[in-house]
């Protein structure tokens, strides 16, 4: 089993930045691929940004590119978000996620952090 927390939401402006932190607890650590997910107010959860086991290869959404960045502390066993330039349509709860290596879906999540973005 591997236990997430996330923290780091809130209530910003457009334009702002924020860093969402995922800590993990349980089994390895860098056993994991992570990701990072949203889901706003009557929509499905879709995929934000995810990272490799070692940290070294990355892949976004379109919608973030350029503007988000995912990085991972394994020492510390947590994933981060690097949230820059937000926008409102931004504002979802993010949920952090955890990938087994002979996983094809995501085996663990979070319970989700709110960021708002207002205009």
């Known amino acids: 089993q591997v236990q997430l927390v996330e923290s780091g939401g809130g209530l910003v402006q457009a334009g702002d930045s924020l860093r969402l932190s995922c800590a993990a607890s349980?089994?390895?650590?860098?056993?994991?691929?992570m990701g990072w997910f949203r889901q706003a107010p009557g929509k499905e959860r879709v995929f934000v940004a995810d990272?490799?086991?070692?940290?070294?290869?990355?892949a976004y959404a379109d919608s973030v590119k350029g503007r988000f960045t995912i990085s991972r502390d394994n020492a510390k066993k947590t994933v981060y978000l690097q949230m820059n330039s937000l926008k409102p349509e931004d504002t979802a709860v993010y949920y952090c996620?955890?990938?087994?290596?002979?996983?094809?879906?995501?085996?663990?999540w979070g319970q989700g952090t709110q960021v708002t973005v207002s205009s």
């Open positions: 990272v490799n086991r070692s940290g070294g290869s990355t």
């Open positions: 996620a955890a990938r087994a290596v002979v996983s094809a879906a995501y085996d663990y």
């Open positions: 349980g089994r390895t650590f860098s056993n994991y691929a």
